[in-house]
């Protein structure tokens, strides 16, 4: 799980009933903030939860739902100001710590197979599930890093070719000059004699 924790709807896993709960969660303007500054985002515009927590055998407990959001940012083609919708489901299981090192062999197990491989659990911590921890967590997840307008189209700059840029150039740099400067010396006639 991602480390900040802006938006927090702790579950204390000992009080949850057997039929499990069902919780609609929605982040404030705090909270909000607060995400859109860890995440690098212009702003959050609404951030929000739909979440059913059921216990399993083994004090293990299966979390599902969605997360919905609507985040500004800024388009990296046009630095223009736009708008995303996130749409996350969440589908995890919470197990006690204690848990995590066998369930997570029995993933790896499963990865050798050609069955579905399930998610390894998640730990509960203190006996606490927090279901705006996991919310924030699908958001930051889901936001796109190089986030476009639909109609924008990037155009790569293109420069005129510069006749002196090629792999030889280095060397061009180096050539001695053919004719060298200084005193001009007369040729001699062929026989030792000097030029008349």
């Known amino acids: 799980m991602i480390t900040a924790d802006p938006w927090s709807v702790p579950v ?3 009080q949850l009933p057997d039929t499990g709960l069902h919780r609609d969660i929605e982040a404030d303007p ?3 903030a607060s995400m859109a500054e860890v995440a690098g985002l212009r702003e959050v515009l ?5 979440l059913d927590v059921t216990p399993q ?12 959001a609507r985040i500004g940012q800024t388009c990296v083609v046009t630095l223009d100001p736009i708008e995303n919708e996130i749409d996350e489901p969440i589908d995890l299981v919470f197990a006690p710590p204690d ?5 997570s062999d ?3 197990d499963a990865a050798e197979s050609v069955v579905e491989i399930p998610d390894p659990p998640e730990p509960i911590v203190n006996g606490v599930i927090d279901l705006g921890r996991l919310a924030t967590d699908a ?8 986030p476009r307008r639909a109609d924008a189209v990037f155009e790569p700059l293109i420069e005129a070719a510069d006749p002196e840029d090629h792999p030889f150039a280095a060397l061009k740099a180096l050539q001695v000059d053919a004719k060298p400067g200084g005193s001009k010396k007369q040729p001699r006639k062929p026989g030792g004699g000097k030029p008349g």
């Open 12 to 14: 204390v896993v000992a």
């Open 30 to 32: 705090a909270a909000r």
């Open 46 to 50: 609404s951030a929000s939860a739909s």
């Open 57 to 68: 055998r083994g004090g293990r407990f299966h979390v599902t739902g969605h997360v919905r």
């Open 99 to 103: 848990q995590i090192p066998q369930l």
């Open 106 to 108: 029995l993933v790896d």
């Open 139 to 146: 958001v930051f997840l889901a936001v796109d890093p190089y």
